[in-house]
């Protein structure tokens, strides 16, 4: 609104605060099959692709600056992974998504990520997950985020790297009863003095 000779002037301004999309492409999508028909051989009923791993996302709880793994004295919920109904190996998942935010107002700085994340089942019983954050803006990785997982029957073996935009990194090894999460045995190591001087490093 601008005041002009003592009345309040209304200006219509439309303003693109957020935008955000993803695409995603994997084992069994179709445009494999059109590719195997236009190279000309043929695709037959039985010719299933492979399974894609149905696992849920092993980084929904992991935001794309959380240092809470790593900074002591900030904690969130531990990712929980239900069990994986069991399939062929081979099965793989890629997903690419942009974001776009545009606060209003002078001095507000714009924010654009784009975030890349694969997962794959190599065999039966394992599965690879990697996802990484590039921040447009900065011109920057923001993290790297890694995980293993290995079917033990009724247990399950997870290891998970993450390092941070500023360099911190952490890496924890479990195995849990699938049955009982409490049961389990894990081992965790993280590194807090990247970027310190090497006076005021631990």
């Known amino acids: 609104d601008t005041e002009v000779e003592g009345e309040l002037a209304r200006r219509f301004a439309p303003h693109l605060s957020q935008v955000n999309f993803s695409f995603s492409l994997g084992s069994s999508s179709s445009i494999f099959r059109w590719l195997s028909a236009l190279a000309g051989r ?3 009923e039985d010719d ?4 894609e791993p149905d696992i849920e996302d092993p980084f ?3 935001g794309a600056t959380d240092e809470s793994s790593i900074v002591p004295g900030i904690d969130r919920e531990p990712t929980r992974t239900t069990r ?5 190996g081979g099965g793989w998942n890629a997903n690419l998504s942009y974001s776009l935010q545009r606060p209003r107002g002078d001095g507000q ?23 990484t954050a590039y921040d447009i803006e900065r011109g920057a990785f923001n993290d790297h985020t890694i995980r293993l997982s290995r079917d033990l ?4 073996a997870n290891f998970d790297f993450l390092q941070t935009a500023t360099g911190n990194w952490s890496f924890r090894f479990e195995v849990s009863l699938l ?3 409490d049961l389990k045995f894990d081992y965790k190591q993280r590194n807090l003095d990247a970027g310190l ?5 631990f």
């Open 48 to 51: 299933e692709p492979a399974e």
């Open 197 to 201: 001087p090497r006076s005021r490093r």
């Open 153 to 156: 029957h009724r247990w399950q």
């Open 42 to 44: 043929e695709v037959g």
């Open 60 to 62: 929904a709880a992991i």
């Open 84 to 88: 994986r109904s069991r399939g062929s």
């Open 109 to 131: 700085l714009a924010s654009q990520m784009l975030t890349g994340t694969v997962t794959m089942r190599p065999t039966e019983n394992w599965d690879l997950s990697w996802r």
């Open 179 to 181: 049955d009982n999460r």
